[in-house]
């Protein structure tokens, strides 16, 4: 194993005790290997399932079988993510494993011996139980790191003045990190950096540049060179809804150099220093978009497949130098994207949902999908042929698009 792995599944099994990481591993094992085995190999007549200390056999077992496989499935996400949900669940359904031990013991095994292993064996699982019980403040503690100790006394968020950057730059204010506020409308950005110092007591400083142009994100950074800079908040960016043959040559331009020019430019400009401090963060705001392609949004959403491209290779280059890089990729979202891409307005995910789950998963995974429904949509690729993902995709974006777009 390289040394660039080692330390992510170190950085990994530290976020829990080695006993939590055991039952981690069992329930990932149950979930993608015997379960599946369980259901699809073993015949009907030989399968056989306890629940509560009830024997089931033939296709009974096989339908209880089925609860069985998506509780171990969450039992491995719950572990490995440490959802505040596995309280007290993981501990009652260890508490249920114990309760079926009994009843079976006592029904099935006969005289002294059978009995007294009914009694004892299971101890050990009302021990785990008890000892899983016991640890509500692990699986409910905050997720999100330590951003200042962690990382550092300042932050640039581009695109902060509407949406999910103002969202990044308030979340991180609260966690007392220092904001520079970066976008093209100085007004706003005032407005966001006087709420921020007169809420959280921190410094703001406001730097109203244009980073769609050439030379804007050189700018930003000559005009933060001062700071220590632990955290990077790559949000600029914008969409255009339409036709390819119906868009304006000029506002492509400036949106492939927003969504791609920029981040990687601001981003080369400053991970020299986080690296000579060994901490910091690179957070890239991509896009499920980016995921598939999207008639109708095909710039934009190829500019978004380059923003992930590019997070999840810095990651892996990145581990093991103490800066952490995520993509975060929100499906729709209720900031003013749509109106200023040009989209009929539709539902969006609130940009704060999308900004919690950024800074939960910062130092834990390379992307992220905000939303369930999200990820499967952009998952769907793998799954379905090609040749249809950008039909589908078409006419769902065709729903959000003004017919003279189209």
């Known amino acids: ?23 981690f591993f069992f329930c990932l094992y149950m979930a993608v290997v015997h379960a599946p085995l ?13 629940w509560f200390g009830i024997m089931f056999r033939g ?74 019980f016991l640890e509500r403040e692990r699986f409910e503690a905050d ?27 308030r979340a991180l204010a609260r966690h007392g990190v220092s904001v520079v506020l970066a976008a093209r409308r100085h007004d706003r950005l ?24 050439p030379g804007g994100a050189d700018q930003l950074a000559d005009a933060t060179a001062d700071l220590d800079v632990g955290v990077l908040v790559n949000n600029a960016g914008h969409g255009y809804a339409g036709r390819f043959d119906r868009q304006e040559t000029e506002r492509l331009r400036a949106m492939v150099y927003l969504n791609c020019v920029t981040p990687v430019v601001l981003t080369s400009r400053l991970i020299g220093g986080m690296r000579m401090r060994g901490r910091g963060a690179v957070i890239v705001v991509g896009s499920v978009a980016g995921r598939q392609p999207i008639p109708l949004h095909g710039v934009y959403s190829a500019t978004k497949a380059f923003d992930l491209y590019f997070g999840e290779s810095l990651w892996a280059e990145m581990q093991g130098t103490g800066i952490d890089v995520l993509v975060i990729e929100p499906g729709p979202t209720a900031t003013e994207f749509q109106e200023m891409a040009g989209e009929i307005a539709h539902a ?27 990820y499967l949509r952009g998952n769907l690729a793998r799954f379905v042929p090609r040749s249809i993902i950008p039909l589908i995709a078409g006419r769902v974006m065709a729903q959000w698009t003004p017919a003279d777009r189209r």
């Open 1 to 23: 194993m390289d040394h660039a792995t080692k330390s992510w599944w170190n950085a990994q099994l530290a976020r829990r005790p080695w006993w939590m990481n055991l039952l």
């Open 38 to 50: 369980d259901l699809f190999a073993k015949s009907v007549a030989s399968d056989e399932e306890v």
């Open 59 to 132: 296709w009974a077992a096989k339908l209880v079988a089925i609860p069985h496989w998506v509780i171990y499935a969450l039992g491995a996400y719950g572990f490995w993510r440490m959802r505040p949900w596995m309280w007290p669940w993981a501990a009652v359904y260890t508490a249920q494993v114990a309760f079926s031990m009994l009843v079976w013991g006592i029904v099935n095994l006969d005289g002294f011996g059978g009995m007294l292993i009914a009694v004892l064996s299971p101890f050990p699982f009302m021990g785990l139980a008890a000892v899983l």
């Open 143 to 169: 997720p999100t790191p330590a951003l200042k100790e962690r990382y550092g006394p300042w932050a640039i968020v581009t695109g902060a003045s509407a949406g999910i950057g103002t969202e990044f730059a």
């Open 190 to 213: 005032d407005g966001v950096a006087k709420e921020l110092e007169e809420a959280h007591g921190v410094s703001t400083r406001v730097v109203a540049v244009d980073l769609g142009q």
């Open 348 to 374: 969006g995910e609130p940009a704060t949902n999308v900004v919690r789950l950024a800074l939960e998963s910062l130092g834990r995974q390379p992307s992220v999908v905000s939303g369930w429904g999200n």
